[in-house]
C-alpha cells in the first residue's frame, strides 16, 4: 500500500508539473514599419493607411474571362498544388502523432511458448514435468509525464511547421496564378508584337522592291538600296528571338496548367485584358498579408519551441508503467486464481553529467532562434523592397506607356497624311511604305510598353501577397482533430 501511495503521489505531482513549459514563449520579432514604401508620393500609386484592397482571386481585376477560367483550371489541376496539399496533410497527421504522447501507452501481449527444461534441472512445473507450453497474456500500461513541457514544445513545433506547411500552399497557389497570368500577357503581347513587325517586314519588302527599280530607272542610287536592305535585315532579325520567347512562353503555360506543351492554350488578344487599378501598398499591413513573411515566423515558432525541448532534456524526466497479466501451461487457466501477475513502478532519471552535451543542443538552440529571427527580419525587408520596386515599376512603366503612345499617334497622323498625299499624287509608295513601317514599329513598341505595365501590375498583386491569407478555401485547411 505505501508503494502504491507513492506511485499516485508522483503521478499526481506529474499532473501539476505537466503545467510548467521549459524554455521561452513565443513572441513575434520586431519590426520595421515604415508609413510609406517609397521616397515620395507616386502618381500612379494610392498609399494610405487602410488594408490592401486585394482580392483572392485578383486575376480577375484585367477583366479577362478567358484568363480567369485558365487560373482556376491550373489551381485544380496542378501537381504543384496537388504536392502541397499532400504535404499539409502529412504535416497535420504528425502533430496528431505528437500529441498523442500525452496520453499512456498501453500495449496487449500473448506469447505461447513450448519449453523442455531437459533432466539436469529442476522442473519448474509443480507436476514434474519437463517438457510443455506455457501461454502467457499481459496487458502493459506506460507513462510518461510531461513535466516540463518537452513534449508540448514538440506539438508547439509541429503545429509552426503545418501552419508553415499550410502558408506553403497558399504561396504555391499565389506564385501559380501570378506566373501563369504574367506568362499568359507576356504571349499576348509578344504575339501581336511579332504581327506587328512582320507586317513592317512586308512594307519593307516591298520598298526594297520599289527601290530596286528606281535604281533601274536611274532614280535610285546602290547606296539607296543598300541602306533599304540593311533596314529590312535588321527588321528581319528582330522576329526570331520574339517567336522563339513566344513558344517558349506557350509552353510555360501549358506547364503550368498542368498539360503538356502540345496541350497549350490558343494565345489571347493582348486587347481583351484591361489595366486594375492600383490597390493600397501599407507596409503595416504585409506581415499579415504575405505568405512568405508568415512562413518565416513559423520557422521562428518552430526554433523557439526546439530550444524549450533541448531546455526540458537538462530536467529530470519520469515514467510509470504498470502492468497485469497472467500465465499458464493451458490457455483457459492463465487468469485463474494463483496465475495472475501485475507490476507498478516509477522511474525517475535526472541528468547529471554527460560531457556538456545537452547545454551545447540548448545553445546551439537558442542561436538558431536567433538567426531565424533574423531571417524573419530580412524576409520583411524584402517584402518592402519587392512592393517598393514594384510601385517604382508601375510608376515609370505608365509614364514609359504614356510616351510610345504619343510616338505612335505622331507616327500614325504621318501615316495618314503620307496615305492621303498618296492617293492625290503628292507623294510616292515608297514614301507611303516607309511611314508604315515607322508607325508599325512605334505600335509594336507601344506593345511592349503595355505588356511590361500590365506584368507590373502582377508583381504588385504578388509582392502585396495576393489576398491568398484574406479568405483561405475551406479545402485546404487540414480536418480538426477529433
Request: glycine residues 8%; hydrophobic residues 40%; charged residues 10%.
Amino acid at each position: 500500500m505505501k508503494g502504491s501511495t507513492s506511485t499516485l503521489t508522483a503521478i499526481a505531482l506529474a499532473a501539476v508539473l505537466a503545467g510548467c513549459a521549459a524554455g521561452p514563449d513565443y513572441v513575434r520579432p520586431q519590426v520595421a514599419s515604415p508609413q510609406s514604401l517609397t521616397r515620395g508620393a507616386l502618381s500612379t500609386a494610392t498609399q494610405g493607411t487602410a488594408a490592401p484592397s486585394v482580392d483572392a482571386q485578383w486575376w480577375k481585376a484585367f477583366g479577362s474571362a478567358p484568363l480567369n477560367a485558365m487560373v482556376e483550371d491550373a489551381l485544380r489541376q496542378s501537381p504543384t498544388i496537388e504536392a502541397a496539399e499532400a504535404t499539409l496533410r502529412a504535416a497535420h497527421q504528425n502533430v496528431v502523432a505528437q500529441r498523442g504522447y500525452f496520453y499512456p501507452s498501453v500495449q496487449l501481449g500473448y506469447s505461447p511458448s513450448r519449453q523442455n527444461t531437459g533432466q539436469s534441472m529442476s522442473p519448474p512445473l509443480n507436476n514434474g514435468d519437463s517438457l510443455y507450453t506455457y501461454h502467457t497474456a499481459q496487458l502493459s500500461v506506460s507513462y510518461a509525464p510531461d513535466l516540463f513541457g518537452a513534449n508540448r514544445r514538440q506539438v508547439e513545433g509541429l503545429q509552426a511547421q503545418e501552419e508553415g506547411q499550410r502558408l506553403q500552399l497558399q504561396a504555391a497557389r499565389l506564385s501559380l496564378a501570378g506566373n501563369l497570368v504574367a506568362a499568359t500577357i507576356q504571349a499576348s503581347m509578344l504575339q501581336e508584337q511579332a504581327a506587328l513587325i512582320g507586317q513592317a517586314v512586308e512594307a519593307a519588302q516591298e520598298q526594297l522592291a520599289h527601290m530596286r527599280k528606281q535604281q533601274a530607272n536611274g532614280y535610285a542610287s546602290g547606296m539607296d538600296v543598300a541602306t533599304q536592305q540593311t533596314l529590312l535585315i535588321q527588321l528581319q532579325q528582330q522576329l526570331p528571338p520574339l517567336q522563339k520567347s513566344l513558344e517558349q512562353t506557350r509552353n510555360l503555360i501549358a506547364t503550368l496548367m498542368g498539360r503538356t506543351p502540345d496541350q497549350s492554350p490558343p494565345v489571347l488578344p493582348l486587347s481583351g485584358f484591361s489595366l486594375p487599378a492600383v490597390p493600397q501598398a501599407v507596409a503595416s499591413q504585409l506581415v499579415e498579408h504575405r505568405p512568405d513573411i508568415r512562413i518565416a515566423e513559423t520557422q521562428v515558432q518552430q526554433a523557439s519551441a526546439a530550444m524549450g525541448v533541448a531546455t526540458a532534456a537538462r530536467l529530470p524526466q519520469l515514467a510509470i508503467t504498470a502492468a497485469y497479466g497472467g500465465g499458464a501451461t493451458t490457455f483457459a487457466k492463465m487468469f485463474s486464481a494463483g496465475n495472475i501477475t501485475w507490476a507498478l513502478g516509477a522511474n525517475l532519471l535526472a541528468p547529471l553529467f554527460n560531457g556538456g552535451t545537452l547545454l551545447a543542443h540548448q545553445k546551439a538552440a537558442q542561436a538558431e532562434l536567433q538567426a531565424a529571427a533574423a531571417t524573419y527580419q530580412g524576409t520583411v525587408l524584402s517584402a518592402f523592397q519587392d512592393v517598393a520596386n514594384a510601385l517604382y515599376a508601375l510608376d515609370t512603366d505608365t509614364h514609359a506607356l504614356r510616351m510610345s503612345q504619343e510616338s505612335e499617334q505622331a507616327s500614325q497622323t504621318t501615316l495618314r497624311l503620307t496615305s492621303s498625299q498618296l492617293q492625290a499624287g503628292y507623294a510616292s509608295r515608297p514614301a507611303y511604305l516607309a511611314a508604315r513601317q515607322s508607325w508599325l514599329q512605334a505600335r509594336a513598341a507601344t506593345v511592349a510598353a503595355q505588356g511590361s505595365l500590365y506584368g507590373d501590375a502582377v508583381a504588385l498583386y504578388q509582392s502585396l501577397g495576393g489576398g491568398v491569407l484574406n479568405d483561405p478555401p475551406a479545402d485546404t485547411r487540414p480536418p480538426a482533430p477529433r
